[in-house]
């Protein structure tokens, strides 16, 4: 089977979030299981800069977007079984960052207009296009809505993923044209347009033969008047082609046993006395001080997504009884400053960097003892996953792919309980949680079983790749 994944990022070369390690451990796992897997991408300058790919450039062609033309270069490239096609745009492509520029809509309008174009001048005609986000989301429609590109791809299905639905790609309906060189009666129609705008994702959605999102719980969420970000009805639509497909994490990344950054490797036999071990080389390393409390630690994006107005109310009260704090990331400036304050009122047991630093990430997830994603919503979430890996405890808001890979211990599920969970968004919510699971923590026979049970948790992509393959086996025999 040929698979053809489009997306705005993907590891190794470049990351803000999930999609980008989504994107690369499903496309890595399908290959391990013999499938044909394409990704295609921008070439973003940070990837020349950092990763130096070995490419070969493939083809060359103009891109004509109203009175805009450029060219696409397309370059080739091979990285774990996985076919890169990266393709160049300068005037586009050769920024600082990925996003947040004031022309993305019109950069993603290239490179979904190129995508198209790639197919036909490399005479690849996949069995499946997986579209990611929004970014492309408008490929859906232009493969569709063209003569040529309905004959082309005849015997293709298209599939959606949903990543992140508070992002929609919304452009004026002047753009429709102007970019996409596609009809207005799209908009009239009702296709497109959402809230008075066009929407790429709700392209994508309304036309793609299955739509996935990244958790089962995500799924329900999305329908919902509450959680659907104003897509529910949307999704009510394509219901019956609408499942979730909870993400994993790559298992030779995240491997305790055989990771080389962390300074002393364990696994589910040897991990209580070893990770104590790592947790005091961190400590001197972040020159903090371990006053015999846990530690509670943060990988994360610096946002209001991610809790950290519950975080830092509660962060203040475990720094005040002994508790190690660790944060790692990178955000909003308000709540950097918060954090930085915190450290300068508590400087021998809170460690703060801002920035990413992957090397410090692995030693946090395997040194710590509790890891905190709080989200206001989080479609899959990975952190969770990958500290159980190294037996660390997540602590999570029960929504989302949290509720999916998170079993909170209660006093009365110890032989399955992964992890601790809270349902209201709430700073005594959290605050409550963290100070039970400080409980625990002295409770050595308990916690020590709660670390087996995290760490024999199945988060491999192997799983999930299994379901995607079904859907994509499904696709092609109706």
């Known amino acids: 089977m040929k698979i053809a994944m489009v997306a705005s990022e993907a590891l190794p070369f470049c990351k803000t979030g999930g999609l980008a390690d989504v994107a690369y451990s499903l496309s890595k796992e399908l290959a391990v299981m013999g499938e044909e897997v394409y990704i295609i991408m921008p070439f973003y300058k940070q990837i020349k800069d950092k990763h130096n790919p070995d490419t070969k450039l493939v083809s060359s062609f103009p891109i004509q977007m109203s009175w805009r033309a450029n060219t696409a270069n397309v370059y080739v490239t091979y990285v774990s079984g996985i076919t890169y096609y990266l393709i160049e745009c300068d005037q586009y492509f050769a920024r600082g960052g990925l996003y947040g520029e004031m022309d993305d809509m019109e950069r993603f309008a290239f490179f979904t207009l190129a995508t198209r174009e790639l197919f036909y001048r490399l005479n690849l005609k996949p069995d499946i296009v997986h579209i990611h986000d929004w970014h492309p989301g408008m490929l859906a429609a232009l493969i569709r809505e063209d003569n040529y590109a309905r ?4 015997n293709t299905k298209l599939c959606l993923s949903i990543h992140n639905s508070a992002f929609q790609g919304l452009i004026d309906r002047y753009f429709l044209a102007n970019f996409y060189g596609l009809s207005d009666e799209l908009y009239d129609s009702g296709k497109v347009r959402f809230n008075g705008m066009v929407s790429t994702l709700k392209a994508a959605i309304m036309y793609c033969d299955k739509i996935i999102t990244v958790s089962p719980n995500n799924r329900g969420e999305l329908l919902s008047v509450e959680g659907g970000m104003g897509l529910d009805s949307v999704l009510q639509l394509r219901k019956d082609d609408f499942l979730g497909i909870l993400n994993g994490i790559d298992y030779l990344e995240f491997d305790p046993a055989k990771d080389e950054v962390i300074p002393f490797n364990f696994n589910a036999v040897n991990f209580f006395k070893v990770k104590a071990q790592d947790k005091a080389t961190l400590f001197d390393e972040l020159h903090i001080k371990d006053f015999g409390q846990p530690c509670f630690s943060i990988v994360s994006r610096l946002t209001w997504q991610k809790g950290l107005d519950l975080c830092l109310p509660t962060f203040e009260e475990l720094a005040r009884r002994g508790c190690n704090i660790i944060v790692l990331g990178s955000g909003e400036y308000r709540y950097e400053q918060q ?52 037996g660390t405890l997540p602590i999570v808001r029960y929504v989302g792919g949290l509720k999916d890979s998170v079993i909170g211990y209660d006093n009365t599920n110890l032989e399955s309980a992964n992890g601790f969970g809270f349902y209201d968004y709430t700073i005594d919510a959290l605050k409550n949680t963290c100070i039970y699971a400080l409980g625990v923590y002295h409770d050595v026979v308990t916690r020590k079983q709660l670390m087996k049970n995290a760490l024999k948790t199945n988060n491999s992509w192997k799983k999930s790749a299994k379901e995607y393959l079904l859907v994509y086996k499904n696709l092609l025999n109706k």
Do not use: T, W
């Open 151 to 154: 004959e082309y791809f005849k």
């Open 339 to 390: 954090l930085e304050q915190l450290r300068a009122k508590y400087p021998e047991n809170v460690a703060i960097y801002i920035g990413y630093n992957d090397a410090l990430a692995h030693k946090i997830y395997a040194s710590s003892d509790f890891f905190l994603m709080p989200s206001l919503f989080e479609p899959c979430g990975l952190g969770q996953m990958i500290a159980q890996r190294y």
